[in-house]
């Protein structure tokens, strides 16, 4: 970071800044609102991303299909073809805990593999979720996806379905919530764990830290995030979508919201959801809507914005990974330990 | 349809697939044999194979092309297209990245396989009458067929042996074997395999490290050139995201062989084919499920054995 003072004031308030734009902005419409809901969707998954990915240093490549399990247990409790019908909180509840526990399932044989066949194992477990979600269609309606799913709401107020103001600050709330629940994870004696897990395992083991059991804790309350988030999305939407829309490109885009924005923190993260998740479904899908309306997209494939996605996300993770690795806004504590000899061993 | 005959029917289905998978899976396993990178990319780089050899079969006439003039056009162009490509990916993506942690390479490779998707699907959505299945960019293209499915066994047979099949197994096994020669006999090939053991040892001997390296990329991006050109003719349709399905399965197959093991990748390979073409062919409603067998297996092997079959790999840095 530079020592311009601007930039310092920049990089200390944007996030004030940034709360009081997203408080006051659904005043001019609900347009800007309807858009911005799914970034913090996006910034919620993102979110339980980095507990696992950015402060526990597990890659994970499945993080859509924590998005699509909870999305559809979401749907299951609540759609009105099953008996159970349980409403929009208690749904929610429901989905963190299956998100939680398919988090545990996969990380029990998992925790024994180095980091790049870890990445793996979590690739195939969002393929092989996928896979079952499309074909088990006696259950999940296939490809036509579950609804219509409870529409979120608020206890003890009720307002018209057509209103979006309420889901838009009801979202807000969740977000921060959530924000919230990871910065003070963070601090806590568990992420001062998963730090030290991530940085060194060997130390972090002689100092009595039990890396197999942060690591499991790590995965449940990751998944459980991104569940949640895949729930709160289902019920935006009203359905659960489909299955393939939680395939491996949805999760390195998860994985492009966590990078960008600098591994391991949760401002970052809420930045990286702004840019990446706001490029692709404000800047490019109205980018592609006006060039449409002037007639200058014609048949031409590349004169097209929404069908350079991929190759932008793929841009950003290539360029960060060689010029900026740590991200926009790299976490405070990202050299190891081990760099600062004197004081290695006197905090745990 | 007897059982033997069937029996007789998955066996050439799966061997055809699994050699094709095997050339794909032999990329894999040579770079993360070297530099321990699993390199996302090469399904891609097989993919956008595809779809020169596609354009250049059909600037030169299509179905009317004969598979003798069209086959010797094809590898003498796309592998040299897939080489250069492999090669560039390492010195632009890989290489200034070599020191850092693996998993930063590991994300820069994903990041390469998106930007290659994106560019086959534009290169799909080229004005060329080439390009059949429509106008969409970003829809299955079909490959011209220039093999027909004659019976080699004779029109009464039930056992199905087309050219294509006898033309998968002509152009890869001789190229295997080349490669174990090249590997295991020539002064470039001693120098590849002291690099994967020990590359500051290699370095200190006075090879030229990168220079293996890069060979190393070379060879593996041609082998997935010549795997494109007979994946486009076996199946007859490419499709853009094609790479991400050939690589998981190439890759899949090098892992249960043990990666970094050439003999082992062709063996994972050749079992992997046989488990899709059971899949596909005798278990019923297995064709939806092939990819969950294939994934599970993947995973199976790297939680309990991740040393693969064949488990020469043994080594492990700290």
């Given at each position: 970071m530079s020592d311009h003072p601007t930039i310092k004031i920049i990089a200390r308030f944007w996030p004030h800044a940034l709360l009081a734009i997203v408080l006051v902005l659904p005043l001019f419409g609900d347009a800007i609102a309807t858009k911005l809901t799914p970034i913090m969707v996006f910034a919620i998954v993102g979110l339980g991303l980095n507990v696992v990915a950015g402060f526990t240093g597990l890659l994970n490549l499945g993080a859509a299909a924590f998005m699509a399990i909870g999305a559809y247990t979401f749907a299951i409790c609540t759609v009105p073809i099953y008996p159970f019908q349980i409403g929009f909180w208690p749904g929610l509840g429901v989905a963190i805990m299956v998100g939680a526990v398919a988090g545990t399932i996969l990380a029990l044989p998992a925790m024994r593999l180095r980091g790049d066949y870890l990445a793996i194992v979590t690739l195939g477990f969002g393929e092989?979720?996928?896979d079952v979600l499309k074909n088990l269609d006696a259950i999940t309606k296939g490809t036509q996806g579950l609804n219509p799913v409870a529409a979120p709401e608020i206890p003890f107020v009720t307002y018209s379905i057509s209103a979006y103001k309420p889901t838009y600050y009801l979202y807000l709330a969740l977000l921060l919530v959530a924000i919230l629940l990871c910065h003070n994870m963070r601090k806590s004696r568990l992420g001062r764990q998963w730090i030290a897990v991530r940085d060194d395992e060997l130390a972090a083991r002689s100092m009595g830290i039990s890396p197999a059991r942060t690591k499991l804790i790590a995965f449940a309350i990751g998944s459980g995030l991104c569940a949640f988030g895949g729930a709160m999305f289902a019920s935006l939407?009203?359905?659960s979508i489909e299955p393939s829309f939680y395939d491996f490109q949805q999760s390195v885009v998860i994985l492009c919201i966590v990078i960008v924005g600098g591994m391991g923190n949760v401002k970052g993260v809420i930045l990286g959801a702004l840019i990446m998740v706001?490029?692709?479904?404000?800047?490019?899908?109205?980018?592609?809507?006006?060039?449409?309306?002037?007639?200058?997209?014609g048949n031409n494939v590349l004169a097209t914005p929404s069908n350079w996605k991929f190759m932008i996300f793929g841009l950003a993770l290539i360029l960060m990974m060689r010029l900026r690795p740590q991200g926009l806004i790299p976490a405070q504590d990202v050299e190891p330990v081990t760099q600062k000899p004197a004081t290695a061993g006197a905090t745990p | 349809m007897t059982t033997t005959e069937l029996i007789i029917q998955l066996l050439?289905?799966?061997?055809?697939?699994?050699?094709?998978i095997a050339l794909i899976a032999l990329g894999y396993t040579m770079v993360y044999g070297i530099i321990e990178l699993i390199n996302f990319a090469h399904g891609d780089v097989m993919m956008l194979g595809c779809f020169l050899a596609l354009t250049i079969v059909g600037l030169c006439g299509g179905e009317q092309l004969s598979p003798w003039i069209a086959l010797p056009l094809l590898f003498l162009t796309v592998p040299f297209f897939t080489a250069g490509l492999n090669w560039s990916v390492e010195k632009l993506a890989y290489k200034p990245i070599r020191e850092a942690p693996k998993l930063t390479a590991l994300v820069s490779a994903i990041g390469v396989s998106f930007v290659f998707i994106n560019i086959g699907m534009f290169w799909g959505g080229l004005p060329m009458d080439v390009f059949g299945g429509g106008g969409s960019a970003a829809s299955a293209k079909s490959f011209p067929d220039l093999f027909g499915w004659s019976n080699l066994l004779g029109e009464q047979s039930?056992?199905?042996?087309t050219p294509r099949d006898v033309m998968v197994a002509a152009v890869t096994i001789p190229l295997m074997i080349g490669l174990?020669?090249?590997i295991n006999r020539t002064r470039m090939g001693t120098a590849m395999r002291a690099v994967a053991q020990n590359p500051t040892a290699a370095k200190l001997m006075g090879i030229d490290v990168d220079r293996v390296i890069g060979l190393t990329f070379i060879i593996g991006g041609a082998l997935a050139g010549v795997a494109s050109v007979i994946t486009a003719?076996?199946?007859g349709s490419i499709h853009f995201q094609m790479g991400y399905r050939n690589g998981m399965d190439a890759f899949t197959a090098a892992v249960l062989g043990g990666i970094g093991n050439l003999p082992g990748a062709v063996l994972g390979a050749l079992l992997i084919g046989l488990v899709r073409a059971v899949m596909e062919g005798y278990v019923p409603n297995g064709g939806q499920w092939s990819n969950t067998v294939v994934f599970a297996l993947l995973i199976l092997v790297l939680v309990f054995r991740p040393n693969g079959i064949l488990g020469s790999r043994v080594r492990e840095k700290v």
């Open positions: 092989i979720i996928t939407n009203g359905t706001g490029f692709n479904s404000i800047i490019l899908v109205n980018l592609t809507e006006w060039m449409t309306r002037n007639g200058w997209t | 050439i289905t799966g061997l055809a697939n699994g050699l094709i039930a056992v199905l042996l174990t020669f090249f003719l076996y199946t």
